[in-house]
C-alpha cells in the first residue's frame, strides 16, 4: 500500500523483522516430523533461561495466557483482589476476571506510563494476593517491585509484553523479580507469532505451570497419565519456537535500533511547540527497549479529534497506533463498578495517546517523514 500521492510505501507502525533464514527455519520444522510442543520448544525455552540470566522458563502461546497460568499457579482465584494499573493493554485486566478474582485498578504516573507504587500500597486490602503492573514507557525498577512485594507480603507477575530485551539495573528484564511474562505478539521485540513466555521462581513453579499449559497432566510411573487440575491448553508449537529461537539471536541487535530511532523522534522533536516534552515518553530512559513510540495528542491546542489525526497521518501513508483506553472505562469493567473520574491520568492518556511508527527495519529518514507530517497536520489543526 502506498501513500496519498502513490510515491512513499505505506509505513505502519509496528512491524516485525521476518528474512529468509527464517523463513527456512520455519520450513525446516514444519518439514521435521515434529511441529507441536518438542525439541524446539525446549531449546527456545533454554535460550530464553540463558538470556534472562538463568532462571526457569516456559513458553505458551501468548502473554495473556501465560499471565492467567500464572495466576492459576499462585492459587489465585474467586474473593481474591490483584491490583493492576488501568493502563494498560485489556489482557491485564482481563486476566485477572479469568481466574475468578477481582481487578483492582489504580493510576500510572504520566511520564513513564507505569503504576504508581504509592498508589498501588493504598489499594492493599486483606484480599490482595498479588500485584500485576506493566514494563510500558519504562523499565519497572525491581528494587521497587521487591520492597512492595516485601512489604505487602504480595506476589508480583510483571506483565512485560512490551519490554523483552530492556534491561534494568544491568540486567534484563526477567533476570530479578518474581513471575515475568512475556509477549512474542507480532508487534512486539521479538515474535514466534503468537507466544509468550514466563520467567519463573523456580523450578517447582516451572513443572506447575507445565501442568497448567497442558490440561494439567502428569505421567505416572506405569506410562499412564492422570489430571491433577482442570486446566487448559497454552503449548507454544515447535515451529513458533524456531522462530523464536532465530528471532531472539538478533534481539538486542534491534533494541539498538529502536533506541537510536527513539533518539532521532527525540531530536525532531526537541523544541516543539505542540508536541512538548511533557507529551512524549521519558527521553533519559537507560535500557528502555523501546517497543512503541508514544505521543500524548494535544487535542485541545490544536482542535482536532484523535481519529482526524490518525485518519490524516493515514492519507499521507503513515499507520498510527492507539495504546491503550483507560481499561476500567471498557463495558465490562463499568459493569464491575468501575467509573470516570477515578484514574484521572490513565483516562487522560486514554483520551490523548497515539503510537507512532517505530521498528528495527525503520530509517531515520521515515522518522523524519513521520514528524514532517505529524507537524504539518497538528499545525494545520481542524480542517
Ligand atoms: C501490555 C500488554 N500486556 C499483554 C499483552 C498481551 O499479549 P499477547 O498478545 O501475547 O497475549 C499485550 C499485547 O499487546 C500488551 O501490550
Redesign the pocket.
Same mark, same amino acid.
Given at each position: 500500500m502506498n501513500d496519498r500521492a502513490g510515491t512513499r510505501p505505506f509505513l505502519p507502525f509496528a512491524r516485525p523483522t521476518l528474512d529468509e533464514a527464517m523463513a527456512a527455519a520455519v520450513a525446516d520444522t514444519l518439514l521435521s516430523g515434529w511441529i507441536a510442543s518438542g525439541p524446539q520448544v525446549a531449546a527456545f525455552e533454554r535460550a530464553l533461561s540463558d538470556y534472562v540470566g538463568g532462571r526457569p522458563v516456559r513458553a505458551l502461546t501468548?502473554?495473556? %495466557?501465560a499471565?492467567e497460568v500464572a495466576l492459576a499457579m499462585l492459587g489465585i482465584g474467586p474473593g481474591d483482589e490483584v491490583v493492576t494499573p488501568a493502563q494498560?493493554?485489556f489482557?491485564?485486566a482481563n486476566v485477572i476476571e479469568r481466574v475468578g478474582a477481582r481487578a483492582v485498578f489504580v493510576d500510572v504516573d504520566l511520564a513513564t506510563r507505569n503504576v504508581d507504587l504509592a498508589a498501588a500500597a493504598a489499594a492493599i486490602t486483606p484480599r490482595t494476593r498479588a500485584l500485576l503492573p506493566?514494563h510500558?514507557n519504562a523499565p519497572l525498577d525491581p528494587a521497587a517491585l521487591a520492597a512492595f512485594r516485601a512489604r505487602h507480603g504480595v506476589r508480583i507477575v510483571e506483565?512485560a509484553?512490551?519490554a523483552i530485551g530492556s534491561r534494568v539495573a544491568g540486567r534484563p528484564v526477567g533476570a530479578a523479580g518474581d513471575i515475568v511474562s512475556f509477549?512474542?505478539?507480532p508487534?512486539?521485540n521479538l515474535t514466534t507469532i503468537? %507466544?509468550?513466555a514466563l520467567v519463573l521462581g523456580d523450578e517447582a513453579e516451572a513443572e506447575a505451570v507445565s501442568r497448567l499449559r497442558f490440561h494439567g497432566i502428569v505421567r505416572l510411573p506405569d506410562g499412564t497419565r492422570d489430571v491433577v487440575a482442570a486446566a487448559g491448553k497454552f503449548n507454544l508449537s515447535d515451529v513458533s519456537a524456531r522462530l523464536g529461537l532465530l528471532q531472539l539471536a538478533r534481539l538486542d541487535g534491534w533494541v539498538a535500533a529502536r533506541s537510536r530511532l527513539a533518539a532521532r523522534y527525540f531530536e525532531r522533536l526537541a523544541g516543539d511547540d505542540l508536541l512538548t516534552p511533557e507529551r512524549l515518553p521519558p527521553r533519559d530512559n537507560p535500557g528502555h527497549s523501546w517497543n512503541m513510540f508514544t505521543v500524548l495528542l494535544p487535542l485541545a491546542q490544536t482542535g482536532l479529534t484523535r481519529r482526524d489525526f490518525i485518519e490524516a497521518m493515514a492519507r499521507e501513508g503513515i499507520g498510527v497506533g492507539l495504546?491503550y483506553e483507560a481499561i476500567h472505562l471498557t463495558t465490562h469493567f463499568r459493569s464491575r463498578g468501575w467509573r470516570e473520574g477515578q484514574f484521572p491520568v490513565a483516562e487522560r492518556i486514554g483520551r490523548e495517546t497515539v503510537t507512532l511508527p517505530l521498528f528495527p527495519a525503520m530509517t531515520e529518514a521515515d522518522v523524519d517523514r513521520v514528524c514532517e507530517s505529524a507537524g504539518r497536520i497538528l499545525r494545520a489543526g481542524r480542517p
Open positions: 501468548s502473554a495473556t %495466557g499471565m494498560s493493554f489482557a491485564s506493566v510500558y506483565d509484553a512490551l509477549s512474542f505478539h508487534n512486539k503468537e %507466544g509468550g495504546s
